[in-house]
């Protein structure tokens, strides 16, 4: 008997693809990711398993700067291949234990099917637990950056945070940020595209030119 079944392929998402879809259950319910955060961003992150310490204090910096995401227009999905059961209750052992409650959804990826469709799971690190990832996905669901660690290494909370707020700015002004730019700081004009642009910006003293092709300005 011929098998009809057919094999789902998955790809490594980048910057600039469509947010992959997917329905899940999580701590908040199930939900429909192209339906979920309407107008909003997301910032999706995964951890290896609940219940062991370095996710511990990541997802508590989640949730203890949960209102800078809220501030920043931002919805929190959390994920790993752990069953409901075991995410409810590490988020009642870290809120008895910890004070700390994590008040946003965590996707329960038994099938790792979230997993592998966002690129979570990688063989050479684990076949069975996802890598500590996160996407920054913007209000019409395209994927704008993406950041991976290995299992043993905490992310940055700051860093997290930091380019969240760059992404958002830079799409506002459309301006690019420098090294180690943060909220505050100039950013960098876009560089001449003709000759007619170019000599505009030498002449231009409104704004802290290096070169031509390289000027800051204050965001007012």
């Known amino acids: 008997m011929e098998n009809t079944e057919q094999k789902v392929i998955y790809s490594m998402p980048r910057i600039g693809d469509k947010a992959p879809d997917f329905e899940a259950i999580t701590t908040k319910g199930k939900i429909r990711f192209l339906d979920f955060a309407k107008d909003k961003w997301v910032v999706m992150f995964s951890h290896p398993a609940d ?13 203890v700067r949960k209102n800078e995401f809220d501030a920043l227009n931002t919805e929190l999905l959390g994920l790993s291949i752990d069953s409901i059961h075991a995410h409810l209750g590490w988020v009642n052992n870290v809120r008895n234990n910890m004070g700390v409650y994590f008040d946003f959804p965590i996707i329960a990826d038994l099938d790792m099917h979230v997993s592998k469709l966002y690129g979570m799971l990688q063989p050479n690190e684990s076949e069975t637990a996802a890598v500590r990832a996160v996407f920054f996905i913007d209000p019409e669901k395209k994927i704008r950056l993406i950041m991976y660690y290995p299992l043993n290494v ?8 930091r380019v969240l707020e760059a992404l958002q700015i830079s799409d506002k002004y459309k ?9 505050g700081d100039k950013v960098i004009v876009p560089p001449p595209k003709t000759l007619a642009e170019m000599e505009e910006r030498i002449n231009d003293d409104s704004i802290e030119k290096i070169d031509f092709y390289l000027a800051k300005k204050e965001l007012v």
Not at 175 to 183: Q, R, S, T, Y
Request: charged share 25%.
């Open 175 to 183: 301006v690019a940020m420098p090294l180690d730019w943060k909220k």
């Open 51 to 63: 219940f062991t310490p370095v996710c511990t204090t990541e997802m508590s910096g989640f949730a």
């Open 154 to 161: 905490g992310r940055n909370m700051d860093e997290i945070l």
